[in-house]
């Protein structure tokens, strides 16, 4: 298990590049702007616009870019440059995918755009794509492994993932608008075309999780959230189990047009590509057998920030990255959570390795609500870990991360939350019982370092136990005996829901 209370942690919040960075990504259905923070572990993106341009439309029949969609990617491009000027974007970073990289005019379209605009424009091979696919989920997906497949218009990339690495990649010409003109929209022809494809792949083997990247992909995931009214509106990490996506599938797949774009979720914008995404899907899961799919919004472009990083940032825990910047913007980064985490272990042997990094980034972030006023930062606190942008955890934790600093300041949960019926009583005993610890260790130590140490915590026949040594016994009150029945009431729960 790894020691999370150790020195370590704190270079987490490493800023490696001062200034923000920009990405334009030109591909093949549409052109993105993507402005961060700065270039870290876990860089914020503050400005995010994405324009569909269709440079890939007709590209397989005619082998040229889409006239249109060449003058609005111009236009857009026009725009784009103009924002990152207005922005302070100190770095820029352009790069353009399948359509601009299998086009006849291709390069001519790239040099006259670096003429007219006075720009440096990377055009990615495949395996180059595929590489920073791969980079974009080690970024954002803490122990990632499986196979990962970013669907572009054009184009999809397949990476194997395994110990922190990719093993075996291709990229095959089977992207929506590609399998649509191909096809003229006969799904059986698409469903052929697919197959040879990925059959051709003899390194495609039985695998435990798809990591689906991709607009289209994605729209997938929005339908079927909507279909399950799953009560957390965040795309990245949702999960769905591989028998309820082929079903999906099926739903999709014997749907018309006009159908699909009444189901709820779905954007005018990715009705036609979706047909085509879901016979993809459906062609990977038939051959690579996982047990679940996981849905992923970073890409290319955060792999791209991903790559300028040293090795040794890269293999930072991106949720221990989230939670230390998330403090930092609220001054509370110091030595307190690695003695909180500490101080509150001996209540926490049985945990897993999932639980143990999980409470320490409650740690982390237990005081990032000192600035609210008290009647709101129960409430506040919860909402921030839910709407916050941070990254490497799944659903579940982020919903029993916000649960547990809800309890670190309030004791019983007076609201109603939809998303609370995402985990199961021992998620939420064991929220409780850090939320519960985080209260009494302040009331303790005022959230400063040096002070818990007197006040050490342990497991006696009667529950928890707790010493007051030397100047700490003048702490004792009647509000921190019921803090401390508190404590003894939420390790009982924790304790039965084990069982």
């Known amino acids: ?28 259905n549409s052109v993105r702007l993507v402005v961060y923070d700065a270039i870290k572990r876990t860089p914020l993106p503050i400005f995010n616009e994405k324009i569909f341009c269709g440079l890939g439309k007709g590209l397989a029949i005619t082998g040229r870019l889409n006239p249109e969609a060449v003058v609005i990617t111009e236009n857009c491009i026009k725009r784009f440059l103009a924002l990152v000027h207005i922005m302070d974007v100190v770095e820029l970073q352009i790069i353009a995918t399948a359509a601009v990289r299998d086009a006849i005019d ?5 040099e006259r755009l670096e003429r007219k605009f006075r720009i440096n424009i990377s055009v990615i091979s495949g395996k180059k794509e595929a590489q920073l696919a791969a980079a974009g989920i080690f970024s954002s997906i803490h122990n990632a492994e499986g196979l990962a497949g970013d669907l572009g218009g054009g184009s999809i990339e397949l990476i194997a993932l395994k110990d922190g ?5 291709t990229t095959l010409p089977i992207g929506p608008l590609r399998l649509l003109d191909i096809s003229k929209g006969d799904k059986s022809k698409m469903a052929k075309l697919i197959q040879e494809s990925l059959q051709a792949e003899k390194w495609l083997a039985p695998t435990k999780t798809f990591y689906a990247i991709g607009g289209s992909f994605r729209a997938l995931a929005r339908i079927q959230m909507a279909n399950e009214k799953y009560p957390l509106e965040i795309v990245h990490h949702y999960t769905i189990k591989t028998p309820v996506m082929k079903k999906l599938i099926r739903e999709i797949t014997n749907a018309t047009p006009a159908q699909i774009e009444k189901m709820n979720g779905v954007s005018s914008k990715r009705v036609e590509a979706l047909i085509p995404a879901a016979l993809v899907m459906e062609k990977i899961l038939e051959i690579t057998t996982p047990q679940e799919v996981v849905f992923s919004a970073y890409g290319i472009r955060e792999g791209y920030l991903f790559e300028k990083l040293s090795p040794y940032l ?26 909180l985490f500490h101080w509150m272990s001996p209540l926490f042997e049985q945990e897993q390795e999932e639980e143990h990094r999980l409470r320490f980034a409650a740690c982390i ?52 939350s939809p998303t609370l019926s995402l ?10 019982l850090v939320g519960t610890l985080a209260n009494l260790a302040f009331l303790l130590s005022g959230a400063m370092s040096g002070n818990l140490e007197n006040v ?39 304790g039965k829901a084990l069982k």
Not at 2 to 26: C, F, M, P, Q
Not at 165 to 169: I, L, M, P
Not at 324 to 337: H, I, P
Not at 469 to 483: H, P, R, V, Y
Request: hydrophobic share 35%; aromatic share 10%.
């Open 365 to 416: 972030v237990s005081e990032v609500a000192w600035r609210i006023h008290p009647e709101y930062s129960a409430g506040w606190s919860f909402s921030r870990i839910m709407q916050s942008s941070m990254v490497g955890l799944s659903h579940h934790e982020r919903i029993a991360l916000a649960l547990a600093l809800y309890h670190r300041h309030q004791y019983k949960f007076k609201s109603v």
């Open 423 to 432: 985990l199961s009583d021992k998620e939420k005993a064991w929220a409780k």
């Open 456 to 494: 050490p915590l342990g497991i006696a026949k009667e529950g928890v136990s707790i010493a007051f040594i030397g100047e700490a016994k003048d702490l004792q009150s009647d509000t921190i005996c019921k803090k401390i029945d508190n404590v003894q009431e939420a390790f009982k729960q924790y």
């Open 314 to 339: 890269r293999n930072e825990d991106p949720l221990i990255a989230s939670c230390t910047d998330l403090a930092s913007q609220n001054g509370r980064v110091t030595g307190y959570a690695k003695e």
């Open 106 to 110: 291709g390069a001519e379209f790239v």
């Open 165 to 169: 690495n990719y093993t075996s990649q």
């Open 1 to 28: 298990m790894v020691n999370y209370y150790n020195d370590n942690w704190k270079s987490a919040g490493e800023v490696t590049h001062e200034g923000r960075l920009g990405v334009i990504d030109i591909g093949s």
